[in-house]
């Protein structure tokens, strides 16, 4: 089967969805559209009123698309095909992954304002949230090398650590350069 089939097999599964499926996939792939979107909408508003950014501020809303649309395929697989051998440890490390990965941005954005304060745990749940990425990636390719899971789901972790990667890095890049671009937007708000 060609690589378009495959992922063409994949998203299809999606018509197999019930109700908390469709829950947690909305929630999920929503809420990343949602960082996307926010952070994408506060440069560009800031752009447009003049204020200039470094250009790893745009890598985040960047990362966060690439990221956003490798869940929203991945997550298909998650809620259907793969949902029973998700459903133990793995389950746990997608949920402590995410944890981490939430938990940071938010003390990323508070260090803003509280740097001295927030840095420290932002960065401590920024690598955990890499670390349990990687633990989690494991899984996956035990899954693929022994229960022949299929390319789609590989590749899709392949945009989620691209996209994660860049989003963080850049946003790291950011923080500690001092949020150039961020006080004058703000104060257009």
């Given at each position: 089967?060609?690589?378009?089939?495959?992922?063409?097999a994949y998203v299809?599964?999606?018509?197999?969805?019930?109700g908390a499926d469709w829950a947690v996939y909305l929630a999920w792939v929503g809420l990343m559209i949602g960082l996307a979107a926010s952070?994408?909408?506060?440069?560009?508003?800031?752009?447009?009123?003049?204020?200039?950014?470094p250009g790893a501020a745009w890598l985040v809303p960047i990362?966060?698309?690439?990221?956003?649309?490798?869940?929203?395929?991945?997550?298909i697989g998650h809620r259907t095909v793969y949902k029973e051998a998700i459903a133990g440890a793995e389950g746990l490390v997608h949920g402590i992954t995410i944890f981490c990965g939430i938990g940071s941005?938010?003390?990323?954005?508070?260090?803003?304002?509280?740097?001295?304060?927030?840095?420290i745990p932002a960065m401590v749940l920024t690598v955990?949230?890499?670390?349990?990425?990687?633990?989690?990636?494991?899984?996956?390719?035990r899954r693929y090398v022994k229960e022949r899971s299929d390319r789609v789901e590989m590749w899709s972790?392949?945009?989620i650590l691209v996209g994660h990667g860049t989003m963080m890095v850049a946003w790291w890049v950011w923080c500690l350069g001092g949020y150039g671009g961020v006080a004058e937007t703000v104060a257009r708000l």
């Open positions: 089967m060609s690589f378009p089939s495959e992922v063409a299809g599964r999606i018509r197999d969805f019930r952070t994408g909408g506060f440069l560009w508003f800031g752009h447009a009123h003049g204020a200039t950014f990362g966060a698309s690439v990221f956003a649309v490798s869940i929203a395929i991945d997550t941005t938010v003390l990323l954005c508070a260090a803003y304002q509280h740097r001295t304060t927030f840095w955990l949230s890499f670390v349990y990425s990687l633990v989690d990636e494991a899984f996956h390719f972790h392949v945009g």
